[in-house]
């Protein structure tokens, strides 16, 4: 065994110690192991998902037989009739693994872990409500978040009523079956079926999967800085962003050839440092009663976008780079359709036609990923009608959409495929990019994940967030949701600047929009979006001050970019976050296990967005260090301070000490 791992076995029973700390225990009058039989139902409403469970049984398992191996044990695991369920337990190196194999047909299981008074539990995937998840239970099924995501608020009772779109805390694109625990040791479950981690008991932790899972692994770590270093050795990591992703904001542009000449004249006008367009309706449009939406048939719309072939690289040559949108679907009206049902390229309904989706008021056929040849068919369309048209890159969006009633052509089902379904959607656009020999120089954003988005997306983005202050589903969201991310490999993350979703009279106003660019100079990628409905919500161009704000803030991100390809650096060879979470660095400080609207950007540069609407100050915590104001130039040497906050001057510090102080300091003399 190890220093960090200890594992004593009895005639009957077992434990698991790491760091020092039991975190399994198993007797007979306690045992951590329960299987049984279930009956769900699944309904999925436009990416909205209403599940439901029926338990018919659930067992306990206590120890038929348990024998001693050199790196663990083995034990038959019995109903109290016959072994039910074989459990290999093996140590290698720092990581401790549970593997099983269930000789009866049982699709149900759970297994519980000891909880310690004061842990604290982070990860999760991407969590936007909460950045410590105890006390709560979290299901993990890739799902549109909802609008609203608290069912507290009237945001989300009209979502639910008007559109059966309401979320909830534990909603998210991006869920994956792992945690880190404060004890300092990392807990990951080998499955692809719908899963809930429940923290709600004091006195132990849940695992809950929808099959018997393949296995569940445990890391120790010393620091949360090597544990992270581990997580990254086990998902891999995100690559660095390419160099021109550094020169300038992307700014979110819609309606044609001449309003991107427009709008990217007026940007230079107010100095705004542009590194690229992002144009998500370069292949057509359409308008539903969501708002302005896009026709998803992946080609250049010549009649919308007229000599965009030759002014992409016009943009090219002034530094100005292209980007573009696609997802895994093909509208029922476009000719990638037609050619993917033609060639059976398309999932497919029980009766054996073809099954399309509602993505509201269209429909759209599903690439079926798990045929070789569909897939390769797919990455034909990227490579020909994007990447040789010129885009430097795109939202690869969706991937959360699977129905479970599809028929698939690996004749997997859809329970087990739903949550996979991104990563397969990742990987045909990372290959397509490596085939193209594009690797270094394009980038694509994605919102949804699951384990193994790490390497298959080099960007993630929060998601479709709402156009508003609330916690849940706000500005205040993408702070836990970059840090939980971050927290379970994905170290790469920004979101649309402004929000995305405007319903039922929710409109972007022009404080929300500048206190969201404040915040967005000090992520690793800086974005706009117009919104699904941008007649209704502020934009960037709305006046002059706004846009001389962009400006500002796009050359404050512009002159962190040696500090940012540093960190982006760190992040791509020792999985150590851009956005981190006070505890990372400050292992010893109680209190910042509990700060998630703050964000160190890398360990010297900390970071507290204003979230709250008319608010000129902000209350906020700084660990023990000297940290030097950027605006004002004073010292605080840490705890509870607050501090003046007016538009243009959000709360940032840096570490007196850091070696790219002056970096730093020379921020607020900045024009």
Not at 91 to 101: A, S
Not at 151 to 176: H, L, R
Not at 580 to 602: C, K, N, S, V, W
Not at 647 to 663: C, H, I, M, T
């Amino acid at each position: 065994m190890t220093e960090s791992i200890n594992v004593k076995t009895g005639e009957r029973s077992f434990s698991v110690q790491i760091n020092g700390k039991e975190i399994i225990r198993h007797t007979d009058e306690a045992p951590f192991l329960y299987i049984g039989k279930g009956q769900e139902t699944m309904e999925m409403y436009r990416g909205n998902f209403d599940i439901d469970d029926y338990v018919i049984e659930r067992v306990p398992l206590r120890v038929h037989t348990l024998t001693e191996t050199a790196d663990g044990f083995q034990a038959e695991l019995t109903d109290g009739t016959e072994p039910v369920l074989s459990v290999i337990a093996a140590l290698e190196k720092d990581r401790f693994t549970f593997t099983f194999n269930c000789k009866r047909n049982h699709n149900r299981f759970w297994m519980r872990l000891v909880s310690h008074e004061d842990e604290k539990v982070y990860g999760g995937g991407e969590q936007l409500s909460y950045l410590n998840l105890k006390g709560r239970n979290f299901p993990l099924w890739t799902s549109e978040p909802g609008v609203g995501r608290n069912k507290s608020t009237y945001t989300t009772w009209q979502a639910d009523v008007k559109d059966k779109a309401g979320g909830d805390y534990y909603n998210t694109n991006y869920p994956q079956p792992t945690f880190i625990s404060s004890e300092r040791y990392m807990a990951h479950m080998n499955t692809t079926a719908y899963a809930d981690f429940d923290f709600s008991n004091e006195s132990f932790h849940e695992l809950q999967a929808w099959e018997i899972p393949e296995s569940v692994e445990f890391t120790a770590g010393s620091t949360y800085l090597n544990l992270l270093e581990k997580v990254k050795d086990r998902f891999g990591t995100q690559p660095e962003l390419p160099e021109w992703t550094y020169n300038g904001m992307w700014l979110g542009i819609q309606g044609g050839t001449d309003v991107v000449e427009e709008k990217l004249a007026k940007a230079e006008r107010h100095g705004i440092q542009v590194s690229g367009v992002w144009c998500q309706d370069w292949q057509g449009k359409r308008v539903t009663s969501f708002g302005k939406r896009l026709m998803w048939n992946w080609i250049w719309n010549e009649e919308m976008y007229p000599g965009l072939d030759k002014k992409i690289w016009e943009w090219k040559e002034k530094g100005i780079r292209f980007l573009g949108y696609i997802n895994p679907y093909v509208a029922v009206e476009g000719h990638l359709f037609k050619q993917a049902e033609e060639n059976g390229y398309l999932a497919l309904k029980t009766d054996g036609s073809t099954y399309v989706v509602d993505f509201g008021e269209f429909y759209c056929g599903v690439v079926d990923f798990t045929n070789p040849e569909a897939s390769e068919w797919y990455k034909q369309v990227i490579k020909t009608n994007m990447i040789d048209f010129g885009l430097d890159g795109w939202m690869a969006d969706f991937g959360e959409y699977l129905p479970t009633d599809v028929v698939l052509h690996n004749g997997a089902s859809a329970h087990k495929e739903h949550n996979a379904w991104p990563i397969r959607w990742g990987n045909v656009n990372r290959e397509a990019i490596e085939e193209a020999g594009r690797e270094n120089d394009i980038v694509y954003f994605m919102r949804a994940g699951y384990t193994g988005i790490q390497t298959a997306c080099p960007l993630l983005w929060g998601g479709d967030q709402s156009v508003i202050w609330e916690r849940d589903d706000g500005l205040a969201s993408v702070i836990p949701a970059a840090l939980s991310a971050g927290m379970t490999g994905c170290g790469i993350h920004h979101s649309d600047i402004g929000g995305y979703t405007s319903l039922h009279g929710n409109k972007r106003d022009k404080e929300l929009l500048l206190r969201w660019v404040e915040m967005a100079a000090f992520t690793p990628v800086m974005r706009t979006h117009e919104g699904n409905r941008p007649d209704d919500c502020f934009q960037f161009d709305g006046d002059d001050e706004t846009l001389d704000v962009f400006g500002y803030f796009s050359r404050v991100y512009v002159h962190l970019k040696p500090y940012l390809k540093k960190l982006v650096k760190e992040n791509a060879e020792a999985g150590i976050p851009v956005q981190r979470p006070l505890f990372l660095h400050y292992e010893a400080d109680e209190t910042a296990y509990d700060i998630q609207y703050q964000y160190l950007l890398g360990k010297d540069v900390l970071v507290a967005p204003v979230i709250d609407q008319g608010a000129d100050s902000r209350e906020l915590y700084l660990p023990e260090d000297e940290w030097v104001h950027v605006w004002s130039g004073e010292t605080f040497t840490g705890g509870w301070v607050e501090v003046d906050a007016p538009l243009g001057k959000p709360p940032v510090f840096y570490r007196k000490q850091a070696e790219d102080a002056s970096l730093f300091q020379a921020i607020h003399t900045l024009t």
